[in-house]
């Protein structure tokens, strides 16, 4: 099995990326936390790997962390959930987010998810809950790009520790209505529990 690929990122695209290893072109299949992490093509890239193989194909699917690849692979252990849905989830929802919600229970919240309807929701949160612990908040990327990254990028500028910094604006990114999601609401509320 393909557990780690480095070579020379070739294309991207927001659901696969083409890595040349030494002449030999891997199509991947990535989540979009992924895709945000990518280099300019081009450039080298290492992708931790999950290898899938069936009767009628062997898919890679490349994460830019351990923990997305470690929830990509509870997540396809849960009957009913494949590949494509796992990357769904890992698309819409910041990991740390996923992992909140299904511990709190959060139906509603896993139902927006593209192909979750209210039965895989909740069959979601029976089969992780107790699997998730495991996943750590801290280690969590956060989108680039995203009003989350500006404000821990402001927070780490204010000298704040990068895992310390990453589990607040994680968790501050779950607990708030998207409407308040804004840097300077996440600067201010982070602030309040960093200095405590």
């Known amino acids: 099995m393909i557990g780690r690929i480095s070579g020379k990122l070739l294309e991207k695209e927001f659901t696969c990326c083409l890595v040349d290893v030494q002449g030999v072109g891997y199509e991947i299949q990535i989540p979009l936390s992924t895709f945000d992490k990518l280099p300019q093509e081009g450039e080298p890239v290492t992708l931790h790997i999950f290898t899938a193989v069936r009767e009628d194909a062997i898919t890679l699917y490349g994460f830019a962390g351990k923990d997305e690849k470690l ?31 299904v511990g709190s229970g959060d139906v509603k919240a896993l139902s927006r998810i593209n192909g979750v309807g209210k039965r895989t929701a ?20 956060i989108a680039s790009g995203s009003t989350g990254a500006d404000a821990a990028a402001a927070l780490e500028q204010l000298g704040f520790r990068k895992d310390a910094v990453n589990k607040v604006v994680n968790s501050l990114l779950t607990e708030l209505p998207e409407a308040e999601r804004t840097t300077e609401n996440l600067i201010r509320a982070a602030l309040l529990k960093l200095n405590f």
């Not at 929830?71 to 909140?100: D, H």
């Not at 909740?122 to 990327?141: F, N, Q, S, Y």
Request: charged content about 15%; some cysteine.
């Open 122 to 141: 909740e069959r979601l949160i029976v089969e992780l809950r107790d699997k998730l612990a495991g996943i750590d908040p801290a280690v969590m990327p």
């Open 71 to 101: 929830l990509f692979q509870q997540l396809i252990a849960v009957s009913g959930v494949g590949g494509k849905l796992a990357l769904n989830v890992l698309s819409a929802m910041p990991a740390a987010s996923f992992c909140a919600a």
